[in-house]
């Protein structure tokens, strides 16, 4: 059985199609902090104001955009039924650096206009074909090593502090200091909480699992190609190693373009649909 391997990287490419933004050259508090600079324990320890507030900003951005056609031609991928009339015999898994959970929800939306289709959506063998590996922006994890509570949080806003938050962080208003007592808590024992996104210096979810998808893939179809965190990186290049097919779905030419197999410029909506059989 053949296997297909999607990396979707956290590149432009899909997310200014849903309207989320990628922060760099993002105007108003985002040009004074660099944002990948807030994306570590130590800034959450040293300011947690600071740092709930950007992910705040993340989360509500994330709940006001919708899965464009490029996350449903791949949700559309992810079912048998629909995925072995295109390529007969064959396996699919989706590794996503993205957090904004667009994935997942264009999989309900599946779901939900293809009723004959929800069960096999919501199947284990569908479910678990995506792996999340930075963590997910909706998840909300206690910081009491002793309890560790994760729980699945699409409240806007998450606590009654931070509402409003996301305004005066897209302008040039002084930033706002939220007392800790005030940010979200565990609902289990009241400690602190936050965001369930892998942070820089913290291990990525499913690495053993996806080194042994990797290692049997014949095919890799990667979505955006700006991205320089490894390892999700250098999949493709070890995929193609191993004998596979690289596809590459970019907005703009970048760098590795030319050791790609396929190469499919424009933005993704368009270009996955139709080089996937599904429009």
Not at 28 to 38: E, I, N, T, V
Not at 75 to 104: E, W, Y
Not at 216 to 221: G, L
Request: glycine share 8%.
């Amino acid at each position: 059985m053949s296997l297909t391997l999607a990396t979707a990287l956290r590149a432009h490419n899909t997310r200014v199609f849903t309207g989320i933004p990628t922060f760099r050259g993002a105007g108003g508090l985002w040009r004074k902090y660099d944002s990948m600079g807030l994306a570590t324990p130590e800034a959450f320890h040293a300011n947690p104001s600071r740092v709930w507030q950007f992910y705040h900003y993340r989360r509500e951005k994330a709940l006001s955009a919708q899965p464009n056609p490029g996350h449903l031609a791949l949700a559309m991928f992810s079912i048998p039924s629909i995925r072995h009339k295109i390529a007969p015999n064959s396996g699919f898994a989706l590794i996503t650096q993205n957090v904004d959970g667009l994935s997942r929800r264009a999989l309900e939306m599946v779901a939900n206009t293809h009723p004959e289709l929800t069960d096999e959506v919501r199947s284990p063998a569908v479910q678990t074909s995506m792996l999340e590996m930075h963590g997910r922006l909706f998840d909300v994890v206690c910081t009491n090593r002793a309890c560790g509570h994760r729980e699945h949080n699409t409240k806007s806003p998450i606590c009654p502090a931070l509402a409003g938050t996301e305004k005066v962080f897209s302008s040039d208003e002084p930033e706002p200091h939220i007392d800790e007592a005030d940010l979200p808590r565990c609902t289990k024992c009241g400690s602190l909480a936050r965001p369930g996104v892998v942070w820089f210096g913290e291990t990525p979810w499913y690495l053993d699992e996806i080194d042994d998808l990797v290692s049997r893939a014949d095919m890799c179809i990667v979505v955006g190609t700006s991205s320089t965190v490894y390892p999700a990186a250098g999949y493709a290049y070890e995929v193609r190693e191993n004998g596979g097919k690289v596809a590459v779905f970019n907005l703009e030419r970048s760098e590795g373009d030319q050791e790609a197999d396929y190469l499919f410029l424009g933005p993704a909506e368009v270009t996955l649909p139709k080089a996937l059989g599904l429009q």
